[in-house]
């Protein structure tokens, strides 16, 4: 055989070898891209988005574009040959495994925290957007979980309303931790609360629930590190009332990052006239009871799945500015946001056609 050929031959075969080799080996890497883009004023698989009832609603236009991300799940482990693959790629990110999925989370596990914190972003995203139109929304601390095996399980259930810790009421989620904390491992801590049941009735029945119980439970000791704290087994959060429907239909999306959209979908649709201009917006951002704008993990895959739809302005946490305006896509304004009101004002300004005084995310913030 010719040296050439020789030479030609053993160089596939070694290509062909390395090819194999890199699709066999797994690498401990995970993969950011740009996911869908959903109009919060339009339609998804047939039904309007937002659907408002027992209250006036008007037309909307334009586009308020919730953004999000698409990523590898947490059992799958890439190849080296899509690690390469997505490190070439501009519009991808390639990032540890750990990053994402920290101490071994489980793909079941990633995607019930995801529905839990959807879930709770559109809760907010209703409250920071009544508030907003200062319509009047009840709200109240609640059990939002029970850790198994803890000194809560079977005397306090999720739903129940804490009214009061050692005869102390409770205005916030944290205070339940607050006064918890002042105990001692081992201490007695009495909880006054509505039971869940009562509550759900209360509510059905549109009166105040007024029956309450006093629960006493043993503090025991927190298993994390550093100094040992008094705990009895409970996450609070908040649960609300609202005077008429909000429903948001939108499956398949996990995750806090849609807040803001959906509160200024919700303002748009409770408020005459145009909340865009008819422009078509993008955002991101999480958002709290009193509608401040939180930062959001994976800004510039974001903005990029804006860019492809045809978003010219991108609503972006203050938080985040500074990632995202390192690699702005060509054609998309980034405007920088904390609250909802920040959000609100930038839009009349792009409505006007004021857009000079629209505050810029620069490479610094």
């Known amino acids: 055989m010719p040296r050439r050929t020789a030479t030609m031959l053993a160089s596939t075969l070694m290509l062909i070898a390395l090819l194999c080799a890199g699709v ?9 891209s740009p996911g869908p883009t959903v109009n919060t004023l339009g339609n998804h698989e047939g039904e309007p988005v937002l659907q408002i009832t027992g209250h006036q609603t008007y037309k909307a236009d334009g586009n308020l574009n919730m953004t ?3 990523v590898t799940s947490a059992d799958y482990r890439m190849n080296l040959v899509e690690a390469v693959y ?4 501009h519009d991808a990110k390639v990032i540890p495994h750990d990053t994402l999925y920290p101490n071994g989370t489980t793909e079941e596990q990633s995607t019930q925290q995801n529905a839990e914190e959807f879930s709770q972003s559109q809760e907010s995203a209703k409250v920071a957007a009544l508030k907003e139109l200062g319509i009047p929304v009840k709200s109240w601390v609640i059990v939002s979980t029970v850790v198994k095996n803890s000194p809560a399980e079977g005397k306090l259930h999720a739903g129940d309303v804490i009214k009061a810790v050692d005869g102390t009421a409770v205005k916030q989620p944290s ?17 006054t609360v509505v039971p869940a049941k009562e509550q759900a009735a209360a509510e059905k029945a549109h009166r105040t629930a007024t029956k309450t119980q006093d629960v006493t ?3 025991t000791t927190s298993d994390d590190s550093g100094a040992k704290r008094a705990i009895v087994g409970i996450s609070a959060g908040t649960d609300h009332t609202f005077p008429f429907t909000i429903d948001i239909k939108l499956a398949d999306v996990g995750g806090p990052s849609a807040g803001l959209m959906f509160a200024l979908g919700i303002y748009d649709k409770l408020t005459p006239g145009s909340l865009t201009g008819g422009k078509f917006i993008a955002g991101t951002g999480t958002i709290d009871d009193n509608g401040t704008v939180g930062p959001i993990g994976g800004i510039e895959m974001k903005t990029v799945g804006a860019r492809d739809q045809g978003a010219q302005y991108f609503l972006t946490p203050a938080d985040n500015c500074a990632a995202a305006a390192q690699d702005t896509p060509s054609g998309l304004r980034l405007v920088k946001v904390k609250t909802i009101k920040d959000a609100l004002d930038a839009l009349k300004d792009i409505r006007s056609g004021n857009t000079a005084a629209l505050p810029q995310c620069t490479t610094k913030g």
């Open 68 to 70: 999000t991300v698409r």
């Open 217 to 219: 439970l043993t503090t």
């Open 86 to 89: 997505g490190w070439l790629d």
């Open 24 to 32: 066999l080996i797994p690498v401990p890497y995970a993969e950011m």
């Open 175 to 191: 205070d339940v931790a607050k006064f918890v904390t002042k105990h001692k491992p081992g201490q007695n801590v009495v909880f």
